[in-house]
């Protein structure tokens, strides 16, 4: 067996000025792909269930997945959280905590288009509701570019201020532009967390690295054929 985690950034519609428009995924697109995984008989899982798999337990339900988004926008609590709860569904969202409340900010450097990014009470709310919240960092720089104490403050500050929003451990990671080294996964291991997703492309298996844990990129340009064929191969 191996286990689907879809990698998501944006549920809206594609900005006009946007570089990369295919991080946008449309709520129509999203509803379809919501359902089709839903009607495949899919459920979503706790994260924390993905670790015991890698180690070798069996998951608790006959088709795991799970649904992550990056970045932390304000548009995956205004459009993706009523589709995925109406599903029965959750997923992670991982926060670049410097950006939790900005209004109109670009967060990517190669990106440059402005977004709106979740405020407490959404990310309280989302965790009440049976989401998971992981950080992205702080300030969504490429950590393997920067002196160990500023990546030890983006590890460890980050982790700290979710932690006091949600009032709960944050003990997921998922690294900013999949920028990682071994001194990055070795800082992210010593900040505390259990493990860190990368953007690269793959399903889970029995004994993978749990600060390597791939995941398959769903963007706005895929219909649902390939979506389908992504998810299985
Ligand atoms: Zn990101």
């Given at each position: 067996m191996k286990i689907p985690v879809l990698y998501y950034h944006k549920i809206d519609y594609p900005k006009k000025?946007?570089?990369?428009?295919?991080?946008y995924v449309t709520p129509e697109q999203f509803k379809r792909q919501v359902s089709l995984l839903k009607f495949l008989g899919y459920d979503t899982v706790n994260p924390k269930e993905i670790l015991s798999f890698i180690k070798g337990h069996k998951p608790p339900v006959k088709k795991p997945l799970l649904i992550t988004f990056d970045d932390g926008y304000e548009n995956n609590y205004l459009n993706a959280y009523p589709i995925l709860k109406s599903a029965g569904f959750s997923s992670i969202i991982f926060v670049s905590?410097?950006?939790?409340?900005?209004?109109?900010?670009?967060?990517d450097e190669r990106e440059r288009v402005k977004e709106n990014f979740l405020n407490k009470n959404e990310i309280k709310e989302m965790f009440k509701n049976g989401f998971f919240i992981g950080s992205?960092?702080?300030?969504?720089?490429?950590?393997?570019?920067?002196e160990e104490g500023v990546l030890i403050g983006e590890l460890i500050a980050s982790k700290a201020y979710l932690e006091h929003i949600i009032n709960a451990p944050v003990d997921f990671f998922s690294y900013p532009f999949g920028a990682y080294n071994p001194i990055v996964m070795r800082a992210v291991k010593n900040a505390g967390y259990t493990a860190a997703f990368t953007t690269a492309s793959g399903r889970i298996e029995v004994g993978d690295n749990s600060f390597e844990l791939k995941r398959i990129p769903v963007n706005g340009y895929n219909n649902i054929l390939n979506f389908l064929l992504k998810i299985f191969f």
């Amino acid at each position: 067996m191996k286990i689907p985690v879809l990698y998501y950034h944006k549920i809206d519609y594609p900005k006009k000025d946007a570089v990369y428009k295919g991080l946008y995924v449309t709520p129509e697109q999203f509803k379809r792909q919501v359902s089709l995984l839903k009607f495949l008989g899919y459920d979503t899982v706790n994260p924390k269930e993905i670790l015991s798999f890698i180690k070798g337990h069996k998951p608790p339900v006959k088709k795991p997945l799970l649904i992550t988004f990056d970045d932390g926008y304000e548009n995956n609590y205004l459009n993706a959280y009523p589709i995925l709860k109406s599903a029965g569904f959750s997923s992670i969202i991982f926060v670049s905590s410097g950006f939790i409340g900005k209004k109109s900010v670009v967060s990517d450097e190669r990106e440059r288009v402005k977004e709106n990014f979740l405020n407490k009470n959404e990310i309280k709310e989302m965790f009440k509701n049976g989401f998971f919240i992981g950080s992205h960092g702080i300030n969504h720089y490429y950590l393997d570019r920067l002196e160990e104490g500023v990546l030890i403050g983006e590890l460890i500050a980050s982790k700290a201020y979710l932690e006091h929003i949600i009032n709960a451990p944050v003990d997921f990671f998922s690294y900013p532009f999949g920028a990682y080294n071994p001194i990055v996964m070795r800082a992210v291991k010593n900040a505390g967390y259990t493990a860190a997703f990368t953007t690269a492309s793959g399903r889970i298996e029995v004994g993978d690295n749990s600060f390597e844990l791939k995941r398959i990129p769903v963007n706005g340009y895929n219909n649902i054929l390939n979506f389908l064929l992504k998810i299985f191969f």
